[in-house]
């Protein structure tokens, strides 16, 4: 079972900048993509991104384009999350996320099946 534990969130201006950090273990962190995605109050879960084992190939949800960078540190087990030009809209838990199995490395967000304990960040106008 992985364990994943992010940090980095907060409370930060329209326009400003955060980038949060997810530790994994339980298994080998290199062999597994890995995520991240959101959900704001009242909303249902988002995805935000994906990265492959490599970190050459990612996926982003369509709102985040363009702002945001997800980045991955193999010999530290870490995940990131690097944002940039935040709207109050961004305001959300976070939430690391890992998949069950090595599967194919596709970064399908519907792969995803475990997920961190999340990291509030707020954006304010």
């Known amino acids: 079972q992985v364990e994943l534990v992010e940090s980095g969130g907060g409370l930060v201006q329209a326009g400003g900048s955060l980038r949060l950090s997810c530790a994994a273990s339980g298994r080998t962190f290199s062999w597994y993509v890995m995520g991240w995605f959101r959900q704001a109050p009242g909303k249902e879960r988002e995805f935000v991104a994906a990265?492959?084992?490599?970190?050459?190939?990612?996926n982003y949800g369509e709102s985040v384009k363009g702002r945001f960078t997800i980045s991955r540190d193999n010999a530290k087990n870490t995940v990131y999350l690097q944002m940039n030009n935040l709207k109050p809209e961004d305001t959300a838990v976070y939430y690391c996320a890992a998949p069950r199995s090595i599967g194919s490395g596709s970064l399908d967000p519907a792969r995803f099946a475990f997920w961190g304990q999340g990291t509030q960040v707020t954006v304010s106008s």
């Open positions: 990265i492959s084992t490599s970190g050459v190939s990612t």
